[in-house]
Nanobody, 127 residues
């Protein structure tokens, strides 16, 4: 059983920054692609960013491109999401997700491509 654990959420003012982290319990993450999703109240879960198992390839939604950076340290087995220039529209629960296929990137960034999920960490941005 693989459990993903997010940390780093909180409340910031518009223009501020937060750094989210994701670790795994039960299995090392360093052979698997990982993504971040978010879900605001009353909205569907949406893709934010993804990173290949090697860390070489990264992907972003248009809404966060240029403001958020996904990275991973496979030696420490942690995946991070650095979020800068936050706006109230970024307010949501943020979820870390892992695809359980070693060394293979997902064919899309739909939530159904990912097998493992964390419980989420809340990010609140006030104006």
């Amino acid at each position: 059983q693989v459990q993903l654990v997010e940390s780093g959420g909180g409340s910031v003012q518009s223009g501020g920054s937060l750094r989210l982290s994701c670790i795994a319990r039960g299995r090392a993450l360093n052979r698997y692609p990982v993504a971040w999703f978010r879900q605001a109240p009353g909205k569907e879960r949406e893709f934010v960013a993804a990173i290949s198992w090697s860390g070489i390839e990264t992907y972003y939604s248009d809404s966060v491109k240029g403001r958020f950076t996904i990275s991973r340290d496979n030696d420490r087995d942690v995946v991070a999401l650095q979020m800068n220039s936050l706006t109230p529209e970024d307010t949501a629960a943020y979820y870390c997700a892992g695809k359980g296929t070693e060394y293979r990137n997902p064919s899309s960034h739909a939530p159904m491509q990912y097998n493992w999920w964390g419980q989420g960490t809340q990010v609140t941005v006030s104006s």
